[in-house]
Each structure stands twice: as structure tokens, then as C-alpha cells.
């Protein structure tokens, strides 16, 4: 049979024994691809998974190759129906490609559809050689040539676990053509057609003569018939198909036809025609939206994409123009994914709208004719001005509103006058009023007096327009002449000016607005009406104060002139007191206290720095005096004898202080020039606080203010305190010791002053013959600071200088004749008057 076979396969196919060795041995017969042998043509006995069934087992295939449910069953096999009769000549096989499971040893059996047989050589079943790894493909020629449709792959030992993927080779056996044109190819030439070509069948799988060939199509994914065309001649090897839709993928396929009958069909080769020129976009409509007071009308387009694409839509382009201007064509150029597009238009006019898609190239326009409403113009004609003929004649002119101002065209405009009356306050009537109506944009106006306000509006068919502001009929003050500032204080400063020509208004207004360079926040403004006078003092201002002023004109129909303006600023002025929003009130038994210090508001100039003034409180000082400030000096003893208040410290305000702050006082440092003394036992203090200003070389003291109040704890307390307590060292017998000696001498102190007061008595009456020989007697005895001390004038000495110590000079509170000081008696001693006399001194 098989003798038979080959002798017939020579002759009928390949001619001779050569070609048939060759072309058999290395044509696959397709069981690697699915367009050759289809899923459904492989079987098995089993298969371990879904992943592992039948179809896996395709050579080169990526689904990890067949596999048995078992390794234990000898019979398993993979089956492939190669669904025609071929003559076999070779067989290859791989592993599995996830896993290392190979097939080591195989047999095959054929079958022509009824039986299956094993595979012999030599009358003897052949094993063939399997696989040593994953991939490695093992091809085996088959000596015998063996006739078949079904072939099985049995496994009989293997590697890991058997694992099957094959491939089969040989030549079909048929007397029609065997195989599918080769090099089959479709190309779109346009968006209506398609070339397909091929390649004449090899001779050895013609089995006789070809006639033709026949092409089938249709679109892909349709349900429809395949369409045919027929190709006559074996030397025709292309086809065009034309009348395809745009932009269209069609799938192809070609046949042989023999003398004997047809060959199988290629495979499916698709192709998509070119693009083209999209139909015109669907559905384009409008809506017009009404204008406001700040856009005019609109038109919005809407459309939707083209019935037909024939491409990939790339954009869309609107084009439109009006009646009124229709050579002037605007162009809108949008994106594939818009399909709206808003235009501004003017009323009144007729529009013509085209949109258009593009894809490759733009296709036809989709048109839309809108005529859109009239409206009222949105604003009044501006600029307008007028200028005087006569005394009594005015030409009144504007300029015309223009096409998108008016939204719709204008067809005249209205020209009101009113009257005002003179001075700011203004008042209309019917009777005071008319209206003038022009197609121009300018109007004269005759026997009109000072003063009228003109109003210009615009109309159009549908209506009037805005009345523009008042133009008033007038001529507007010039701006005041040399404008200056003779007399600058720290809050006033008066005004001059001169008329400017033709002097026409006795009516001035005087603007003013203050600012500091070292306080942002700060502003002061105001107005003030000036009337029959050039000069002006502005009063209330505030000190250290740049201030811009400005004056001009007020005519009489009440309108503002051209200003004059200049800047200057005022002198700074004492600073305010600090603002001390809770006293600070300390018991201490130390000699300092801590207390709260304030800022005060740095109004009337910059605040240099803040002094600390130290009262030290008794029964005859429970405040400062008044003149405190001319007193004031800077005690660095302790002696209060004179005056019991000083400065403790000058502390300065770099920064500038915004918020309360801690300051010790009695803490023994220098603040400045001045030092912050201790404070004493048993002492009652108030502490005050000022601002001081330094500008130019001139200090500006403000006033001060009370802080805290500082109570220190008596020295006597103390001593109780630690008696109670046991302590009997040599310190508290001394201290002791010094307040009965205290006690001793303040009671001498008195008998002794008794005794100089009676003395004095005495030298009074005495020296009065002295006294009114031409020298005023003092009205009354002068107090100094201790009691018992009294003062009387007596002629200075010769050189003119004083013996008094110079602390004590600068602090008398009672002027005394230029040629006199005082000086204090002695007592007497044993009834006799000692006649000796001293100078006051403090003890």
C-alpha cells in the first residue's frame, strides 16, 4: 500500500522523488495556528485543567502545553483532527513552557477515520525520542510514509510530568488544489477601495490546472453574506474592490480554483479603507441670549457630530458674517470634543453661520441663517463736550456710540438741558426742561443761560438708551493762584491765595488730608467751605502732621474748579500721656518693685523715650505740683529734703513700644543720665510716666501720669519680726540701740526749736528800726524743709555769690530780692542772745 502510495504521490504531485522528500519533510501542516486547524479539531483522553486542555498542545504556544489529568495512565493521548487527508512525513514536540515538564518518549498512531494505528518501522512500533527541556523542539521524519486525517501523540515517559505541544508535516493528498494562495494581501487605495494581492500556488499543491480564483468579503463584524468575486486565469493575481464605504474595515479571504475542483480558502485578511471628507455636522441649531448692562447679545451654536465620520474628526471650524458686513467673514477654528460655540452679534442684524468637521480634509458646511433682535443701546453717547458761540448760543457735540455699543443701530439721539440752580444744591422741573431731538452727533442750542445741565441718550428701533452724566453749561473755575501757607503752627496754619483770571467765583472750598511718615494708620481729613476771602486759617489740625491741601472754586451753578494743591506739615507737639489702663499697686519689703510701664499714642509727634519720675508720698505730698517740671532734677543722694519726687529713668523707645511692659524700680541701674535709686524703708511712693519728644535740638515733655503706687515695709517691722523670733545677735542689739538714740534726739529737736522760735521773737523786735530803714520786711516767715529752721532776709555778701549749696538754689519755691538770702538764728543760750548768724543748712 505504501509502495503504491509514494509511486502515486511522484507522479500525480511532485513529479519526481526528490521534490517530495524536500517539500514533505519541511511543510507544516498548521497545527501550530488556529486559522489552519481550529480549536475544535484537538481532543484528548484528559487533560489536568482548564488551562492545560487539548488547544494547549500547539507548538510554540503560550498556554504551558496539553497535560493528562494522571501520569499513571499509559493510554492517555493528544488527538488532532487535521481535516483532510495528508500524507505524514514528520512530527516535532516541545514542553511545557511554565513549569519543567517535558515528554521524553512518545509513540504515534493514525487513522483515516476508522481505526487507529500504531505507528511501525521494521514491522516494529516506533518509540521515538521526546524532549530535554521546556522549549527545545525535537523533529522526527517518519521512514515509513504513512496515510492519514487523525493523528494521536501517546506519551510513554516523561520528565516532571508529561506535557505535550506538536506540530505536524506533510503534504496534503487531494486532486483539487491543496493549498491557499500564499502572500495574501490587502491594501486600501481611497476611501472607497481596496487591492488585494497573492501569489500563484506552488506546483506541487496545484493537483492539476488553475482555472481562477475566487475573493471573498465583507465588513467586519457583520452578519452578512460573504460577498464573491471572481478572478479568471491563473497569471491574475490581484483584485481592486471598489464602492467600499468610507473609512471601513473589510475582511478578505482567496481562493484557488482547479480543474477538478476549488482549494481551501486563506486565511482572513483585514483591511480598512482611507479616510475622508465627513458629512456635514448633525442637528446645528441656535438660541439667542438677551444683553445686559455690561455684554450685548449672543448667539449660541449647538450642533452634533457628522452622520457619517468617514475618519477620525480632527476639528471643527465656524464660520459667520453679517449683513451689514458681509465681506468680513469671522473664522472660529474649535477642538474634535466641542460642540457648541458662543458668537457676540449686534442687533438688528441678519447672520449667516456655517460649521464645518475636518478630518483628513474639512468636509461640508452646515448652514444656518439667524436674524437677531433689536435692543436698547447699553450706555450713553461719552465725551461730550460743548463751546460757547454767543452768551446765549452753544454747540453741544459727542461722539456717536458705536455698532457694539448700541447693540442695534442707531436711528437719532436726545438732547435734554435742565436747569440747575446756583450753589450745591439742584433742582428740576418740567418747566425748567426740554429735549432736542438729531440724527447727528452734535446740536445747537440758542438762548441758553448758565446754568443747564446737558443729558445725551442714543435710540434705536427698539428703544431709547441711558440719559450720559450732566454736562454742565459752564465755564469751570480756573485753579487758584500762589497758593501758600504764611503761619504754620502744630495745629493751625493759615491760608492765602490769589483769584485766578477772569475772576468769576467767591466761593472757595479747602480740602485737607494728614498723614504720618512713622505711623501708617494714621489719617485725618477734612473739608471746609471758604466763601468772599482769599485767606483762610485751618484750625484743629494735628501736630507733626504732613498734610496734603488742596483748594479750587466752586462756580455758580455749584461744580467743583481745577484744584491748587501743596503739602506741609506742622510742628510736633508735646506727646501725649500714656494711656494706663490698670494701676500697678505693690507692697514690698525690699527696696525696688516691679511695675507695669504704658505706650502712649504717638499723635503729636515720634516719641523719643519715656521717663519713670519716682513721688516719694507724705502727709503734706499726695500728688506732684503742677510746676513739678521745673523742679525736676536728677537726685543721685538721698536726700528728699527739698523736693520729694526725681527722675529714676529715661528709657528709650527704639523700639517703639506698642504694649505694656515690666520695669523695676529702686533696681540701683542707669537709665540715661539719670539713675534708679533705691527706695527706703517704711517709704509710701507713687510712680509716674511720660513721653519725652527729641526734634531739632528741642525737648518736648508730656505730661505725666500715675502708674503705680509702691508701699516698702517700715524698718521697725522688720526688727519686730526677728525679735519674736528668738534672734539676740549682736546686729539686733545694735540696731536697737540706734532707734532709742533716734528717739532721743527727735525729742531735743523740739526743745531746741522752741527755743529758736522764741529767740527769733526777740531779735525781731529788735531789728525792726534796721528793717524799715529801706528795706522791705518779708510778710511772713519762709518754711524750708525741716521744721524748727526758719529763714530771714539778709544782705548777700559782697562778691555776689550765694553760700547756699547749689542743689538748694535751684529748688526754692518762693523768689527772694535779687541783694537778699535767708539765713537761720541761733537760740539763745542762758537768756543771753548768742550774736553769731548761720547759714541754713540741712541737717
Excluded at 479616510?275 to 444683553?291: C, G, K, R, V, W
Excluded at 428701533?461 to 497758593?483: F, M
Aim: aromatic share 10%.
Amino acid at each position: 500500500m505504501y509502495d503504491k502510495l509514494i509511486l502515486w504521490v511522484e507522479t500525480k504531485v511532485y513529479g519526481n522523488y526528490d521534490c517530495l522528500l524536500t517539500a514533505c519533510h519541511s511543510q507544516a501542516i498548521g497545527v501550530t495556528s488556529s486559522d489552519a486547524i481550529p480549536d475544535g479539531s484537538f481532543s484528548a483522553s484528559t487533560q489536568a485543567n482548564d488551562g492545560r486542555g487539548p488547544s494547549a498542545g500547539r507548538l510554540n504556544g503560550y498556554n504551558g502545553g496539553w497535560a493528562p489529568k494522571t501520569n499513571t495512565n499509559h493510554t492517555d493521548y493528544l488527538q488532532i483532527d487535521l481535516q483532510y487527508d495528508y500524507v505524514i512525513c514528520a512530527v516535532a514536540t516541545q514542553g511545557s513552557v511554565n513549569s519543567d515538564q517535558w515528554t521524553t518518549k512518545y509513540k504515534i498512531k493514525l487513522s483515516l477515520g476508522v481505526t487507529f494505528n500504531t505507528y511501525k518501522e521494521n514491522n516494529t512500533e516506533k518509540v521515538f525520542n521526546g524532549n530535554s527541556g521546556r522549549n527545545d523542539i525535537v523533529k522526527h521524519g517518519l521512514r515509513e510514509y504513512a496515510l492519514a486525517r487523525f493523528i494521536r501523540f501517546v506519551p510513554t515517559e516523561y520528565y516532571g510530568y508529561k506535557a505535550l505541544r506538536v506540530e505536524v508535516y506533510g503534504v496534503l493528498l487531494s486532486t483539487v488544489p491543496s493549498q491557499a494562495p500564499g502572500n495574501f494581501t490587502v491594501t486600501a487605495i481611497s476611501s472607497t477601495s481596496i487591492k488585494a494581492s497573492w501569489a500563484s500556488l506552488p506546483e506541487y499543491a496545484r493537483h492539476g490546472d488553475i482555472t481562477g480564483y475566487k475573493l471573498f468579503y465583507r465588513q467586519k463584524g457583520s452578519v452578512d453574506n460573504l460577498v464573491m468575486e471572481s478572478v479568471t486565469g491563473a497569471e491574475t493575481l490581484t483584485k481592486d474592490f471598489t464602492n467600499l464605504n468610507k473609512y471601513t474595515k473589510y475582511g478578505f479571504q482567496v481562493l484557488p480554483v482547479g480543474s477538478r475542483g476549488e482549494g481551501p480558502k486563506s486565511s482572513v485578511k483585514v483591511e480598512q479603507t482611507l479616510e475622508d471628507a465627513p458629512t456635514i455636522p448633525s442637528n446645528l441649531s441656535q438660541a439667542e441670549i438677551m444683553p445686559d448692562k455690561q455684554v450685548g447679545p449672543k448667539i449660541k451654536l449647538t450642533w452634533y457630530k457628522p452622520a457619517e465620520e468617514n475618519g477620525i474628526i480632527r476639528s471643527y471650524t465656524v464660520f459667520y458674517s453679517h449683513n451689514e458686513d458681509p465681506y468680513n467673514i469671522h473664522t472660529k477654528t474649535l477642538k474634535q470634543n466641542i460642540f457648541s460655540y458662543t458668537v457676540d452679534v449686534l442687533g438688528g442684524a441678519t447672520y449667516q453661520f456655517h460649521v464645518r468637521a475636518a478630518t483628513i480634509k474639512p468636509g461640508p458646511n452646515a448652514t444656518l441663517s439667524v436674524a437677531v433682535n433689536d435692543y436698547e443701546p447699553s450706555v450713553a453717547p461719552n465725551d461730550a463736550s460743548f463751546s460757547r458761540l454767543n452768551q446765549t448760543t452753544f454747540n453741544i457735540s459727542w461722539s456717536p456710540l458705536t455698532r457694539k455699543e448700541s447693540y442695534s443701530k442707531v436711528i437719532s439721539y436726545e438732547v435734554k438741558i435742565s436747569l440747575v440752580l446756583s450753589g450745591s444744591r439742584q433742582k428740576r422741573s418740567p418747566a425748567n426742561s426740554k429735549t432736542v431731538n438729531t440724527t447727528k452727533a452734535f446740536v445747537i442750542l440758542y438762548d441758553i443761560q448758565p446754568c443747564y445741565n446737558v443729558y445725551v441718550r442714543a435710540y434705536t428701533k427698539a428703544g431709547p438708551g441711558p440719559y450720559g452724566q450732566p454736562l454742565p453749561l459752564e465755564l469751570i473755575p480756573g485753579a487758584p493762584n500762589n497758593l501758600r501757607a504764611t503761619d504754620s503752627q502744630s495745629t493751625e496754619m493759615t491760608l492765602e491765595w490769589v483769584r485766578p483770571q477772569p475772576a468769576m467765583e467767591e466761593e472757595w472750598k479747602v480740602e485737607y488730608s494728614g498723614k504720618k511718615s512713622y505711623n501708617n494708620s494714621f489719617s485725618h481729613e477734612g473739608s471746609k467751605d471758604v466763601q468772599g476771602t482769599t485767606k483762610y486759617t485751618l484750625d484743629n489740625l494735628v501736630p507733626g502732621t504732613k498734610y496734603d491741601l488742596r483748594v479750587y472754586g466752586i462756580s455758580k451753578c455749584g461744580n467743583n474748579g481745577f484744584p491748587s494743591s501743596f503739602e506741609v506739615e506742622t510742628k510736633i507737639g508735646e506727646p501725649l500721656a500714656p494711656v494706663v489702663l490698670s494701676l500697678t499697686t505693690r507692697k514690698v519689703a525690699e527696696l525696688q518693685a516691679e511695675i507695669d510701664l504704658w505706650p502712649a499714642e504717638q499723635r503729636n509727634g515720634p516719641i523719643s523715650a519715656y521717663q519713670i519720675i519716682i513721688l516719694k508720698v507724705s502727709d503734706c505730698v499726695q500728688e506732684l505740683p503742677k510746676d513739678f517740671h521745673l523742679k525736676l532734677k536728677d537726685l543721685n543722694d538721698e536726700n528728699l529734703n527739698f523736693h520729694p519726687f526725681y527722675i529714676a529713668a529715661e528709657i528709650e523707645n527704639d523700639p517703639v513700644h506698642e504694649k505694656s511692659w515690666n520695669f523695676t524700680v529702686g533696681d540701683g541701674k542707669s537709665y540715661g543720665t539719670f539713675i534708679n535709686k533705691e527706695l527706703r524703708k517704711g517709704g509710701n511712693y507713687f510712680a509716674y510716666q511720660r513721653a519725652i519728644t527729641r526734634f531739632n535740638g528741642q525737648i518736648l515733655e508730656g505730661y505725666a501720669r500715675k502708674v503705680a503706687s509702691i508701699s516698702v515695709t517700715p524698718e521697725s517691722l522688720k526688727y519686730t519680726k526677728e525679735t519674736i523670733k528668738g534672734d539676740t545677735s549682736e546686729s539686733q542689739v545694735f540696731r536697737a540701740a540706734v532707734i532709742a538714740l533716734c528717739c532721743i534726739v527727735f525729742f531735743l529737736l523740739i526743745v531746741i526749736g522752741a527755743l529758736i522760735w522764741r529767740l527769733r521773737r526777740t531779735e525781731l523786735n529788735k531789728k525792726a528800726t534796721t528793717v524799715n530803714s529801706g528795706i522791705p520786711a518779708p510778710s511772713g516767715g519762709h518754711q524750708v524743709s525741716e521744721p524748727g529752721v526758719y529763714m530771714e532776709l539778709h544782705p548777700r555778701p559782697s562778691e555776689g555769690k550765694s553760700r547756699e549749696p547749689p542743689e538748694y538754689q535751684s529748688l526754692q519755691d518762693t523768689q527772694v530780692t535779687s541783694n537778699y538770702y535767708n539765713v537761720g538764728f541761733k537760740r539763745e543760750r542762758s537768756g543771753k542772745k548768742d550774736g553769731g548768724i548761720y547759714e541754713n543748712s540741712h541737717s
